[in-house]
């Protein structure tokens, strides 16, 4: 076989196995400068961005607006509150250290328990940290190091979340998240995502994390991918991913929803976390929610953003009313 013959069977590879824009325009799926310019610009104004790329901002919004999220056991602003790290903790032995204003998991550190006898600190993998390891991270974090442009930032210290043992296998050391898209308050898409070792226990999908789509009508699993390539079971511990299904659903949507009034945001990403204890828990808040839930979910955005921009502009729903309609509209059918 030529060489010319050979590249011509690979172009013609990528061909079939990638969708055309015209055949991806048919399908309603939103592309990023149609995200960034007809809902992001249009409906996020800018002044409102500092409430969701500071996760400390978010917190303070979310508790005014009784919005049920992670208790903050402190803040870490300047070098000379790592020294008083002993006394922010208090009695707490498991609590997870984030930057406020990092992105895709970059900075996390979930502390598991705490050696009383020696003062180290236990990570989920079993590693032990001393406090010149803490401080180390506290200082890089506030120097930057994973911060959106190396903007100088705040150190948050979080009560650790439990996440349901609905949810045991599906997810490899790591809090399983569902991500729900909310637009004018409306859920319009979800997915789930799930950590995996390729993602070192974070929900990033870029990383290697698992995205399950999820129906918005039933919160049953629709389809999932890694690495954008579909899968049936979870790459570490072959749990069948057609089996999942998020409790407490109409729970999970209308916390998403309210996230429209608390925030002011007109087109956002809710993260939303469920605490074995405490049930659905908000994580943080996305103003440029990325397009990979539309892989997942095997369907385009568009015509739910369009069908939610056709009702009448004088019509005042309710959180209730909100996730109502878009459980009847957006159901497992219309992918």
């Not at 945001?265 to 828990?281: A, E």
Request: aromatic share 8%; proline share 4%.
């Amino acid at each position: 076989m030529s060489a010319l013959s050979s590249f011509g069977q690979k172009i013609s590879g990528l061909f079939t196995r990638y969708a055309s824009p015209f055949k991806m325009a048919h399908d309603g799926v939103v592309g990023m400068n149609q995200r960034n310019i007809s809902y992001i610009s249009r409906y996020n104004k800018r002044s409102l961005y500092p409430l969701v790329d500071n996760k400390l901002m978010t917190k303070h919004i979310a508790v005014e607006h009784k919005v049920n999220t992670p208790k903050l056991i402190g803040a870490i602003r300047d070098q000379h509150d790592i020294q008083n790290l002993l006394q922010i903790l208090g009695n707490a032995c498991e609590f997870c250290i984030k930057p406020a204003q990092g992105s895709g998991g970059k900075g996390i550190l979930v502390i598991k328990d705490r050696n009383m006898e020696n003062g180290h600190f236990i990570k989920s993998s079993g590693e032990e940290m001393n406090m010149h390891d803490v401080s180390r991270h506290l200082t890089n974090i506030l120097a930057g190091l994973f911060s959106l442009g190396g903007r100088q930032d705040i150190a948050l210290i979080e009560e650790l979340i439990h996440f349901d043992n609905v949810f045991s296998g599906f997810s490899y050391d790591g809090v399983p998240d569902t991500r729900v898209i909310v637009f004018k308050g409306f859920p319009v898409m979800c997915m789930m995502r799930l950590s995996t070792s390729a993602s070192d226990g974070k929900a990033n999908l870029h990383q290697g994390a698992v995205g399950v789509g999820i129906c918005v009508r039933t919160g049953r699993a629709v389809r999932a991918v890694q690495f954008n390539e579909p899968i049936e079971f979870h790459p570490d511990t072959d749990r069948r991913l057609s089996e999942l299904k998020v409790p407490h659903w109409r729970q999970v949507l209308e916390l998403a929803s309210s996230c429209y009034e608390m925030s002011g945001l007109g087109y956002i990403g809710t993260d939303i976390v469920l605490d074995r204890d405490k049930g659905p828990m908000l994580l943080e808040l996305n103003a440029r929610p990325g397009l990979s839930i539309q892989i997942c979910n095997n369907a385009g955005l568009l015509p739910r953003l369009r069908l939610i921009e056709a009702l009448t502009k004088k019509q005042r729903l309710t959180v209730a009313e909100r996730v109502a309609f878009s459980m009847e509209h957006f159901g497992v059918w219309d992918n």
